[in-house]
């Protein structure tokens, strides 16, 4: 599993963002044709995680846990450990892929 995301970077203030900012860099407020394009590898080290028991929706099966990890050259993002993924800690090295607008991860081995 790996992919890549894809994102836009501010050539003003080197901001790097993932979904591309849509209106322009949040960070200095330049204007969204000023910005890059870019791709980023779904890859990077885990920076929090949290299990979540109980939730309103019927996907994805309870317990689940979310990851927030930093991105290898980009910014942070949240995403849910695949079923089936050796467990994770802080400092771990996940990778993964967009499924149904969902970034989910698996850590690497
Ligand atoms: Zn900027």
Do not use: N, W
Request: one cysteine or more; a negative charge; glycine letters at 12%.
């Amino acid at each position: 599993m790996s992919a890549v995301l894809h994102g836009t970077r501010c050539p003003a203030c080197g901001r790097v963002a993932t979904p591309p900012e849509p209106y322009g860099c949040e960070r200095c407020g330049a204007l969204v044709d000023t910005l890059e394009p870019l791709e980023l590898p779904a890859s990077g080290v885990v920076h929090a995680t949290a299990t979540v028991h109980r939730h309103h929706r019927p996907e994805p099966v309870t317990p689940f846990t979310v990851v927030e990890v930093v991105l290898d050259g980009g910014p942070a993002l949240k995403g849910v450990l695949v079923a089936g993924s050796d467990p994770v800690a802080i400092g771990d090295r996940v990778r993964g892929e967009v499924q149904d607008g969902r970034l989910m991860l698996e850590k690497e081995r």
